[in-house]
T-cell receptor, first 114, second 113 residues
Framework: EAQVTQNPRYLITVTGKKLTVTCSQNMNHEYMSWYRQDPGLGLRQIYYSMNVEVTDKGDVPEGYKVSRKEKRNFPLILESPSPNQTSLYFC?????????????FGSGTRLTVV | AQKVTQAQTEISVVEKEDVTLDCVYETRDTTYYLFWYKQPPSGELVFLIRRNSFDEQNEISGRYSWNFQKSTSSFNFTITASQVVDSAVYFCALSEERDKLSFGAGTTVTVRA
């Protein structure tokens, strides 16, 4: 089954403790992206990647890092999480040049930073 | 500047009523894609429809219908004869650059039995 898998689904952590949210897709998509969802703001793009070793900032990149060492994986790293990063996070992937096929989203990761 | 505006923050209806969600977008591109997603209380994003900028045909899928009007930059979504299971947050989104989705703030629909 074609899918984007995020882990964990839920995470509660303390301020300053480094964490990684994993994202993996099995569709051989070049493009992958991370979004955060906050009430009243919709989903906002954090980082995206057009291919292996190619990443770029989205609209709200501060406090986050990403890496794309393999095509299928695109982890989101919070080196020193803060309470304002409490949010619902989504990973997405798509085939470059095939925008008509749309995007596949993961099931989301609900992060709470206390 | 907000590229996608969903004017209604919350809509509450009684079952079997129709409900229309407004979506207005802003772009200078001639080629773009518009999407609607549903987010039920469980939190996942469920894809509903995708429309490209060259296809202004309205679409109906069961109780769902979409009205795309380039002249007013709108892509409105109507749920006919709403049901409790339609209670969710609905997002309109625009893809104009290569593979970037810009989302509206979302409209929370509550359908009461």
């Amino acid at each position: 089954e074609a899918q984007v898998t995020q882990n964990p689904r839920y995470l509660i952590t303390v301020t300053g403790k480094k964490l990684t949210v994993t994202c993996s897709q099995n569709m051989n998509h070049e493009y992958m992206s991370w979004y955060r969802q906050d009430p009243g703001l919709g989903l906002r793009q954090i980082y995206y990647s057009m291919n292996v070793e190619v990443t770029d900032k989205g609209d709200v990149p501060e406090g986050y890092k990403v890496s794309r060492k393999e095509k299928r994986n695109f982890p989101l790293i919070l080196e020193s999480p803060s309470p304002n990063q409490t949010s619902l996070y989504f990973c997405a992937s798509s085939q470059l040049g095939a925008e008509e096929n749309g995007y596949t989203f993961g099931s989301g990761t609900r992060l709470t930073v206390v | 500047a907000q590229k996608v505006t969903q004017a209604q923050t919350e809509i509450s209806v009684v079952e079997k009523e129709d409900v229309t969600l407004d979506c207005v977008y802003e772009t200078r591109d001639t080629t773009y894609y518009l999407f609607w997603y549903k987010q039920p209380p469980s939190g996942e994003l469920v894809f509903l429809i995708r429309r490209n900028s060259f296809d202004e045909q309205n679409e109906i899928s069961g109780r769902y219908s979409w009205n795309f009007q380039k002249s007013t930059s709108s892509f409105n979504f109507t749920i006919t004869a709403s049901q409790v299971v339609d209670s969710a947050v609905y997002f309109c989104a625009l893809s104009e650059e290569r593979d970037k989705l810009s989302f509206g703030a979302g409209t929370t629909v509550t359908v009461r039995a």
